[in-house]
């Protein structure tokens, strides 16, 4: 069997473990050939591959990013591979495609395969935000990173007295905010789930104060918003993806509450360090485990489906079923993470 491999969308921590652990079963096990598609879907359709082998894939399940590059595709583009999937499999005489990547990953992963490539695909996203699989790999990796930044940003704001706003990533789902909210203690978490008033979080803060505390820190997903009419605060753009370009509301409500407060806010914008460095020994494992079953799946005839953590099981599942709408955080969650405030 030949192989094809991708990694599309954003970087994540753990893509290379999956690259690894894709060579190492089908090479050691089955004795297929692995090729690597350079910089996602555009590699594909430009014929941009490498040949992957065991000495390929030494060292790097540790590496952070991804040695095979990543990039997003227009739509157009994405239509153009669709409309010639035959001929890429002659072309590049594959049996099977591994796409690893997020939701828009898996929705073009989808597309060709229902255009005729054997698709398998690997769920990976910081955000977590991907239906039918309970936990996706760079997950852990980020919300270790945010709540470690969290720590060491409490030791300062409460030097000088200050109120920190800190923007972790999370377009639609609040997962990240509310994972390493919860595990460095914030005194507040805003998600995109559910819309916040900052009349609360002055609350909040001049409650803290008048005990003595004279610190705060509030944990704000970059797709968090304000009700309406509780403050100015407009929504971005849509990219040339699809995607909305959000406006800094770490920043616009650091200033806010510092104007309500009369006291120094600071926003600190974690960004894409959230998405750098190596992986944890989780998302290692995971990515490992994912990697595994993928090329499993291959052998098996599967295609059109994902890999997926169920409990502690890797299972199967129809592409269909991932992409038909974003895992966002239950309300149970959001009272859980009420009650330790």
């Known amino acids: 069997m030949r ?55 030494s060292g790097i ?41 997020g939701e828009g990953t898996l ?22 935000d991907i239906s039918s699989t309970d936990r996706t790999f760079g997950f852990d990796t980020a919300v270790g990173v945010a709540t470690e930044a969290m720590d060491r940003l409490k030791t300062t704001a409460e030097s000088h007295q200050r109120v920190m706003v800190v923007e972790v990533m999370g377009r639609h789902a609040g997962w990240i905010a509310l994972e390493s909210g919860m595990a460095a203690g914030a005194h507040g978490i ?30 704000v997903a970059e797709g968090a918003h304000p ?20 406006q800094g509301i770490g920043t616009a409500l650091a200033y806010e509450l510092e104007r309500r407060l009369g006291k120094e806010a600071r926003p600190v914008i974690l960004g894409h360090v959230q998405r750098g460095g190596v992986p944890t020994a989780y998302d290692r494992v995971l990515a490992t485990r994912f990697g595994w079953h993928a090329v499993e ?23 269909a079923e991932a992409v038909t709408e974003l895992k966002t955080v239950p309300k149970d969650r959001i009272v859980e993470a009420e009650s330790v405030f």
Request: hydrophobic content about 40%; overall charge negative; glycine content about 12%.
């Open 190 to 219: 805003c998600l995109p789930e559910r819309p916040f008033d900052p009349a609360d979080l002055v609350k909040m803060v001049e409650e803290r104060f008048a005990r003595g505390k004279k610190f705060a820190v509030i944990c």
């Open 61 to 101: 399940l540790a590496r952070g990013g991804t040695i095979l590059g990543s990039s997003r595709l227009e739509r157009d583009r994405l239509r153009e591979a669709c409309e010639s999937a035959s001929d890429m499999i002659h072309d590049f005489g594959i049996d099977a495609l591994i796409p690893i990547g």
């Open 227 to 246: 009700a309406d009419g509780t403050m100015d605060y407009s929504k971005g753009a849509i990219d040339q993806f699809g995607h909305e370009r959000f």
């Open 297 to 319: 799946a291959a052998h098996r005839g599967q295609f059109g489906r994902m890999t997926a953590l169920r409990g502690t099981d890797v299972v199967m599942v129809p592409l």
């Open 107 to 128: 929705t073009a992963a989808r597309m060709l395969s229902d255009a005729g490539l054997p698709v398998v695909g690997v769920p990976k996203t910081i955000d977590n």
């Open 3 to 57: 192989i094809g491999v991708l990694t599309a969308g954003g970087d994540c921590p753990g893509l290379n473990a999956v690259i690894r652990s894709v060579v190492h079963r089908a090479v050691d096990n089955y004795g297929d050939e692995v090729i690597g598609f350079e910089d996602g879907y555009a590699g594909l359709l430009d014929g941009r591959y490498r040949g992957l082998d065991l000495n390929a894939v």
